[in-house]
Each structure stands twice: as C-alpha cells, then as structure tokens.
C-alpha cells in the first residue's frame, strides 16, 4: 500500500533499473534536475496494479532549469552523455528555461513550477538526488491522485478551454486505462 511519499520513495528505492537510470543523471550535475512525468507515476501504478514487470516508457524525462543556456543544441548533448552511460534507455532532456516558449506559455520559475504545469495530477511528479545523495520526491499537485489510481488535470489545465482540450485529447491518446485498469478517469469541461 501507498500512503505516503515515504513509501513512494521506498519502492523506488527497490528498484535498480530507475535507481541507476536517477544515478546516472546525478553525473550531469545539472542546475534544478528531476526525471518526472511517467517515469515516476508509471512505476506507482505499476506498483498499485501488482505487476511483476514494470510497464515500459516511451521515454525517461530528464528536466532542469539553467536560463543561462537555452539552446536545444546542448540538450541533445546531455542526451548523448546519458545514452553512453545507459544505451538502452530512451533518454530526453529539456532545460524548462526554454520549454515556455515551445508550449506557448509564460515563463516558467523553475522546473518544479513547470511540472506543477504538468497535463495530469498524477503525471505532476519528479525525483532527484540531493547534493547527499538522499533521493527526493516532488509533487507539486500532491500525491493523492496518483496513489488514488485517480487521473485528472491540474489546475493550470482547468484555465482555460484550450488547455482542457489538451488535457482531454492525451487522455483519450495516452489510452491508459488499457494498460492500468483500474485508473478513474475524470474528464473535465471548462466554463470559460
């Protein structure tokens, strides 16, 4: 059962694939890193689903925040330093100083603030190694939903119509009711 950070910790922790794939991405010594988004809820719904076998990702997302270098460039290079170190994994980095202007919205302040900007509750969630070592969860939505099995937007994605159309359409391209089906999907509809 999971009912805390602490436990969400604890089995990430236990696991050696995401443990080293976190290790790896402390070599980068990145400004403000996290591997967030279905890198960590697909392992909680893994977990909450007792699958012996963690589902596989499209990608592991790696994010920082460094607005002294914004060029997609550089990004492309931190990949390549990570697939040498782990080839089979599908590595993406993206500098969140920049990710603003590609997804069309204002600043973001860090790159907690854009996972708070995240589509889903539950997709809103990253880790990291801290200067000690000790392995940190952030969820700036809170953890609830995505202990809960329960799949909805976050705030910033209830703003506007366009936003909820966002949130509505990866709902509907994800299809990850196919793959967790126990997860409750709540669709929205915006008054605005």
Not at 15 to 33: C, F, G, Q, V
Not at 85 to 111: E, T
Not at 121 to 140: R, S
Not at 166 to 189: D, F, M, T
Request: proline share 6%.
């Amino acid at each position: 059962m999971l009912q805390s950070e602490e436990s969400i910790l604890h089995i990430i922790k236990k696991d050696k694939i995401m443990m080293e794939i976190i290790k790896a991405t402390s070599t980068l010594n990145l400004p403000d890193w996290w591997i967030c988004a279905g890198f960590v809820r697909s392992k909680i719904w893994d977990f909450l689903h007792g699958f012996n076998e963690r589902t596989s990702i499209p990608d592991v997302d790696v994010i920082y925040f460094d607005p002294t270098r914004i060029d997609e460039k550089y990004e492309k290079e931190l990949e390549k330093k990570l697939f040498y170190l782990m080839p089979a994994i599908p590595w993406s980095v993206k500098n969140q100083a920049r990710m603003h202007i590609v997804n069309n919205l204002p600043p973001y302040r860090s790159s907690e603030d854009a996972i708070s900007k995240f589509p889903e509750t539950a997709t809103a969630l990253g880790v990291m190694l801290d200067n000690d070592n000790n392995l940190v969860l952030t969820a700036p939505c809170g953890i609830d939903d995505v202990i809960n099995l329960v799949l909805k937007p976050t705030p910033y994605f209830t703003e506007t119509n366009e936003r909820v159309a966002i949130y509505e359409a990866r709902i509907g391209n994800k299809n990850w009711q196919s793959i967790w089906n126990k997860l409750k999907v709540h669709p929205i509809k915006n008054s605005n």
